[in-house]
């Protein structure tokens, strides 16, 4: 399989697949933390949890956001490479001299 193939049917799926995913933990995450503030004595201690979590699922989609960008700029390199060939092919052979032979 080609790495062009790869991102097409692979990589890039699978990426777009995990941030779907954290999509709805992150919503959990956010329920809880509501929860864990509304029935906490110590709302301190809870708001400082709330904000490692914020934090750490904030990093999380930041790092997935981050890869999922260089497997779409990877394939658009890709791309941009195959037209760079084929319109070097096609020049050439514009270039050649016509033969009817």
């Given at each position: 399989?080609?790495?062009?193939?790869?991102l097409?049917?692979?990589e890039?799926?699978?990426?777009r697949?995990?941030?779907?995913?954290?999509y709805?933990k992150?919503h959990?995450?956010?329920?809880y933390?509501?929860?864990?503030?509304?029935q906490?004595?110590d709302?301190?201690?809870?708001?400082?949890?709330?904000m490692?979590?914020?934090a750490q699922?904030?990093?999380?989609v930041?790092?997935?956001?981050?890869?999922l960008?260089?497997?779409v700029?990877?394939?658009?390199?890709?791309?941009?490479?195959?037209?760079?060939q084929?319109?070097a092919n096609?020049?050439?052979?514009?270039s050649?001299?016509?033969?009817?032979a």
């Amino acid at each position: 399989m080609s790495e062009l193939q790869k991102l097409q049917q692979t990589e890039i799926p699978s990426a777009r697949q995990v941030l779907r995913e954290n999509y709805s933990k992150l919503h959990k995450v956010a329920d809880y933390c509501e929860n864990n503030y509304m029935q906490a004595t110590d709302k301190r201690k809870a708001l400082e949890e709330t904000m490692a979590y914020s934090a750490q699922s904030l990093a999380s989609v930041a790092y997935q956001i981050s890869n999922l960008a260089s497997n779409v700029l990877q394939l658009l390199d890709l791309h941009a490479s195959e037209l760079h060939q084929v319109e070097a092919n096609i020049s050439f052979s514009h270039s050649q001299p016509f033969s009817c032979a």
